[in-house]
């Protein structure tokens, strides 16, 4: 160390060399209390010397700025406890410059352990400071535009191999910032191709300092895939690389976001459209399969206008209103409308525009994206054609559809409803309860009741009633109401339809008081059918009775014509009033069907045999033809089945002079024991003209007037016969030649039991004696009393006759009969009464004696008044003798203690 008489420079040369360097210096001696400052200390604020006043407080109070002053304090003060220096950045505020950076540093001397002197200097440092700190904001704004636009700056020195990063590389690598460099290679983040790729790059720059810019994936720390861009170059001294630098920008987010913007305006199925002031620069798929273009390149280019037709829907040209909305867009920042588009092969389709001013490459642009509404336009088109018809359909039948809200309580009812109602649509409301006070009161209580059943139990109501007008007027309404129930099952509303059926009950109304004027008429008709049967034939009877009498009593030859031609005309007569009487009958619908067990061989060989001597007086041949496997038991009714091929075959015989006919039965088909057999009934008569083929079946219709001339006949055979089958679900057909023949067929199905019926053999009738019957015969006829009473004679029967049925009911209890013939309309008592009382008398025997009905009628009812009034049989008048014998006969065999027995 130096000892103390060492020389020692004066503070002149100490403040020259100090001012040299551009500081300034102040000194503070406690000892004498004085501060004194250099005049450099001066200069540096721009002051001349002793123009302030050079002490500690104007240091810190007025020259040092507010925040810093207490900073230098305090420095000082720590100077005085610890015999330290400082060296601090201030701010002072000079004369002319405002406040200006200085660095002041300062120390203390000490003798002995005592505070003598403070002593410091100031020197300016603000164009140093405020240019480091101009770098570390560039620092800090690099990082921060680092950060928001994910780039990081990397560099390699290939000397030393050292790198450095700045942070954001570490962020796009997943790392730490805090990661040791050397501890991995960042060739480990980039799959092989990638890694390729910047193999390929950096030895290209390192050859030939060419630069590359890649955008390549890599794989993060985490594992996410993260796209980047990768800039660099190669620095190089005297042709060799020395070091490797560049930037890596983080692409991920843009490039989802492009991926994004690709699938929307690639991929949408809304056709998109980029267009500026020269046309169209791009579009997606979608726009050009809508507009029918093959080429992207067609579409290019095009004027917007290109894709317009004239004029829109309401009239107005494309253009123009085109315009008139892109003006409004721009004001609005979008646009959205319908619109008509037209595509490339001139055809227009309907789509819904959407405008979105934007700008594309620094120049105003228009996003326009069309969605084809084609399929919506037809739906509403459809809709609103659905309505109309709808509407137009409820008018036309006078329904109307209504709604109900349970829970609000709101009705809705279409436009046909309110003029249902008798109210208008356009002026009136829905109502409820009011509604109700309307219905007519007797039907009130089943209206509301069928609606709370709708409610209470879910299910569907149909139900009349009557409902009153402003006017006084009343009309029948039907009403159909159907539940809809919420998740839990309750009925939450209530809708249907209501049709005005007003018309339809007043028809009903007339049809039912038709209906009855027709029963009545029916009635009347076959009251007096009735009537007039039992008034002809009465009399016929008589005349038929007679004339077989007369027959049988060995007439005269000329005799004998006349009574032939008597009988032929009165068996005419007969069948006449059976053809009346059967299709009364059938029109009545009082035609019932038997079922059974019969042999259809036997009929058709019985209906030839009653035939066959009409057909032998013409010199006819009448031939059966059948199949052998019919030979069985069938189920049906052989009386219908008779009068059917009775009636064809008698017309046959009646219509042909010459040839044959022939009657033949086939069988068609036996399946699950059912048979069906074709009918044939073929003649060589006159045939029938082709035009008159389907009149033949009309009630009274034959095919000419000379026909009915010639052969006579009514012409109600034929559709009694037609109508007869088709109650047996059959038809009848025929085939006719004019000159040559007819055929006449129908097919009927026979239920079978299989059993084979064989036809038994003929054998001579032999009668039985009736010789001693006693019978009471009730008739007021005195004709037919005396008929009677002859055959009676000439069989031996014993008859008593009562006049009525009130003295038959007298005689029977007086005297005793084997049976009565009780007549049915007789004065006094008929003799239905008149059965029911015999019936109700006490003995057995007026319970078991048989009594027979003679009837005038046929109709079906009179036969079932018969047995319901406890008659055993019946014969219709006129009836054969022998009718009346086999009568006599069948009842005489039940013997006397039979008759009576308990």
């Avoid at 249902?420 to 009130?444: N, S």
């Avoid at 139900?463 to 998740?487: E, N, Q, V, W």
């Avoid at 509303?493 to 029916?522: S, T």
Wanted: net charge negative; proline share 3%.
């Amino acid at each position: 160390m130096p000892s103390d008489n060492a020389a020692k420079l004066p503070v002149e040369v100490l403040e020259l060399a100090i001012s040299g360097l551009g500081s300034g210096i102040w000194d503070w001696d406690l000892a004498n209390g004085t501060h004194t400052w250099s005049d450099q200390f001066y200069t540096l604020l721009g002051y001349r010397p002793g123009e302030i006043s050079a002490d500690f407080v104007t240091l810190t109070e007025i020259l040092c700025h507010p925040q810093d002053g207490p900073i230098l304090a305090g420095a000082v003060v720590n100077l005085k406890e610890n015999e330290n220096v400082y060296d601090l950045q201030l701010r002072l505020r000079t004369k002319n410059n405002g406040y200006r950076y200085f660095k002041c540093a300062g120390t203390s001397q000490f003798l002995g352990g005592k505070l003598l002197r403070h002593v410091g200097t100031i020197s300016d440092i603000h164009e140093k400071y405020t240019y480091k700190q101009g770098l570390l904001e560039n620092e800090n704004l690099l990082k921060e535009v680092g950060r928001l636009a994910m780039i990081g700056a990397w560099e390699l020195d290939l000397i030393t191999r050292e790198r450095r990063w700045s942070p954001q590389m570490y962020s796009i690598y997943g790392l730490e910032e805090t990661a040791n460099l050397d501890n991995f290679s960042t060739a480990n983040f980039y799959n092989p191709w990638a890694r390729l790729l910047i193999d390929q790059a950096v030895e290209q720059a390192k050859i030939n300092g060419t630069p590359w810019d890649l955008e390549i994936p890599l794989i993060s720390a985490q594992g996410n895939e993260v796209w980047v861009r990768n800039i660099g170059r190669a620095e190089m001294i005297n042709g060799k690389p020395v070091k490797l630098f560049g930037v890596m920008q983080d692409l991920t987010e843009n490039r989802l976001l492009e991926e994004k913007v690709s699938v929307i305006f690639h991929h949408s199925v809304d056709a998109h459209i980029l267009l500026t002031a020269g046309g169209v620069i791009d579009c997606n798929q979608a726009a050009m399969e809508m507009l029918h273009f093959q080429d992207k390149s067609e579409l290019i280019s095009l004027p917007f206008s290109f894709f317009f037709p004239e004029v829109q829907p309401d009239g107005i040209n494309s253009a123009e209103k085109f315009k008139e909305i892109y003006e409004l867009s721009t004001q609005t920042g979008y646009q959205r409308f319908e619109w008509v588009n037209r595509r490339k092969d001139g055809i227009t389709l309907p789509v819904e525009v959407t405008l979105k001013p934007t700008t594309f490459n620094n120049r105003e642009a228009l996003l326009v994206i069309w969605h084809d509404i084609t399929a919506r336009k037809l739906a509403d088109d459809r809709l609103k054609r659905n309505q109309a018809m709808l509407s137009e359909t409820q008018q036309l039948t006078h329904s109307g559809s209504w709604e109900t809200n349970l829970l609000t309580g709101e009705n809705f009812w279409s436009d046909e409803t309110f003029r249902i109602f008798g109210m208008d649509p356009e002026k009136d409301m829905p109502v409820g309860d009011t509604f109700v006070e309307r219905i007519y009161p007797d039907d009130r209580e089943k209206f509301l009741s069928s609606i709370q059943n709708v409610i209470k139990f879910a299910t569907v109501a149909s139900f009349d009633y009557r409902l009153m007008y402003a006017d006084g007027s009343m009309r029948f309404l039907h009403t159909i109401a159907k539940p809809d129930c919420d998740a839990d099952g309750n009925v939450v509303k209530l809708y249907g339809a209501v049709i005005d059926i007003d018309e339809r009950k007043k028809a009903e109304f007339e049809l039912i008081k038709a209906k009855e004027l027709a029963d009545a008429a029916n009635i009347a008709k076959s009251q007096f059918l009735s009537v007039m049967s039992h008034e002809i034939r009465t009399p016929l009877n008589a005349i038929i009775g007679f004339t077989n009498l007369l027959l049988a009593n060995t007439p005269l030859p000329h005799q004998m014509e006349y009574l032939n031609f008597l009988k032929y005309s009165a068996d005419n007569l007969l069948v006449l009033i059976n053809d009346i009487l059967d299709y009364s009958k059938i029109e009545a619908g009082k035609i019932e069907f038997e079922e059974v067990d019969f042999n259809i061989l036997k009929l058709m060989e019985n209906i030839r045999l009653s035939l066959l001597q009409m057909a032998e007086e013409k010199g006819l041949k009448l031939k059966l033809a059948t199949d052998d496997a019919l030979n069985v038991l069938l189920k049906g009714d052989p009386v219908r089945l008779g009068q059917v091929l009775t009636n064809l075959v008698s017309n046959a015989v009646k219509f042909t002079k010459q040839g044959e006919v022939i009657m033949s039965a086939t069988l068609i088909a036996h399946c699950n024991d059912v048979m069906t057999i074709e009918f044939k009934i073929t003649d060589t008569g006159i045939g029938i003209p082709h035009d008159k083929i389907t009149n033949i079946f009309d009630q009274f219709t034959q095919a000419s007037s000379d026909t009915t001339r010639n052969y006579g006949g009514s012409g109600l055979g034929l559709a009694i016969t037609k109508r007869l089958l088709q109650l047996q679900h059959s038809e009848i057909f025929v085939e006719s030649q004019e000159g040559k023949g007819s055929v006449f067929h129908f097919r009927l199905d026979f239920q079978t039991g299989g059993k084979t019926a064989a036809i038994p053999a003929e054998t001579p009738e032999v009668k039985t004696s009736i010789k001693g019957v006693r019978i009471l015969l009730a008739e007021d006829n005195k004709v037919n009393v005396v008929l009677m009473n002859h055959f009676f004679r000439q069989w031996e029967v014993d008859c008593s006759v009562a006049e009525n049925g009130l003295i038959a009911y007298d005689m029977i209890q007086k005297n005793d009969y084997d049976m009565v013939f009780m007549d049915l309309q007789m004065p006094e008592l008929d003799g239905l009464e008149a059965t029911v009382r015999i019936r109700q008398l006490k003995e057995k025997k007026y319970k078991n004696i048989p009594i027979i009905a003679l009837t005038a009628s046929a109709m079906n009812d009179i036969k079932d008044s018969v047995f319901k009034a406890g008659m055993n049989d019946y014969l219709s008048k006129p009836f054969n003798p022998s009718d009346v014998y086999n009568k006599i006969a069948t009842y005489n065999r039940l013997t006397t203690d039979q008759l009576y027995q308990s």
